[in-house]
């Protein structure tokens, strides 16, 4: 069955940095579009990029532009997102999840938290 | 941005009733409109997309309808697992959005 599981979250403090990884089986990755959705504590969901099945179409919310930067390596069936001078409001838990518009597969998430 | 307003807030319904769950965008999205439902410490799951188009798995008591700006999931009758959190979810626009969800919780 598919699975998607994300890794790399943490504690960081603001200004620091991070990597998330997701790992993807059970679904045919290089011809999967994928997403990163978060989830901000008690809060709901927030799309925050997207990138297309072979990378040379990304798309970022204004939120995380120019912060944030997402890749993937279709040979390792693996999506990441780096996150760069992080702030407070970065803190949720963050989502992969396979895209076709609608959101088929997601993964568990991964927790993010940014405090001094 | 299309916001995406979804009312109630929290519905209180007995195992075996219909729920009504609405979602209305503020701007035309045709059909593109997905729910999904998230239990606490889990993942969001995809109920509906296309706004009526079960996806692979889910129960016939799961229905979507509406067009537009105006959106419904309804639950013909509740069972146990189905209380959860419920999301609405345009993707006619960038970026998508979502709702800010329906808590369905046991009367």
């Not at chain 1, 693996?78 to 760069?84: C, G, P, R, V």
């Amino acid at each position: 069955q598919v699975q998607l599981v994300e890794s790399g979250g943490g504690l960081v403090k603001p200004g620091g940095s991070l990597r998330l990884s997701c790992a993807a089986s059970g679904l045919p990755f290089s011809d999967s579009y994928m997403s990163w959705i978060r989830q901000a504590p008690g809060k709901g969901l927030e799309w925050i990029s997207y990138i297309s099945r072979d990378g040379t179409t990304i798309y970022y919310a204004d939120s995380v532009k120019g912060r944030f930067t997402i890749s993937r390596d279709n040979a390792r069936n693996t999506l990441f997102l780096q996150m760069n001078s992080l702030r407070a409001e970065d803190t949720a838990v963050y989502f992969c999840a396979r895209d076709e518009q609608w959101l088929v597969h997601w993964g568990q998430g991964t927790l993010v938290t940014v405090s001094s | 941005e299309i916001v995406m307003t979804q009312s109630p807030a929290t519905l209180s319904v007995s195992p075996g009733e219909r729920a009504t769950l609405s979602c209305r965008a503020s701007h035309r999205i045709a059909t593109y409109l997905a729910w999904y439902h998230q239990k606490p410490g889990q993942a969001p799951r995809l109920l509906i997309y296309g706004a009526s188009t079960r996806a692979t798995g889910i129960p016939a008591r799961f229905s979507g309808s509406g067009s537009g700006t105006d959106f419904t999931l309804t639950i013909s009758s509740l069972q146990s697992e189905d209380f959860a959190v419920y999301f609405c979810h345009q993707y006619n626009n960038w970026p998508p959005t979502f709702g800010q969800g329906t808590k369905v919780e046991i009367k």
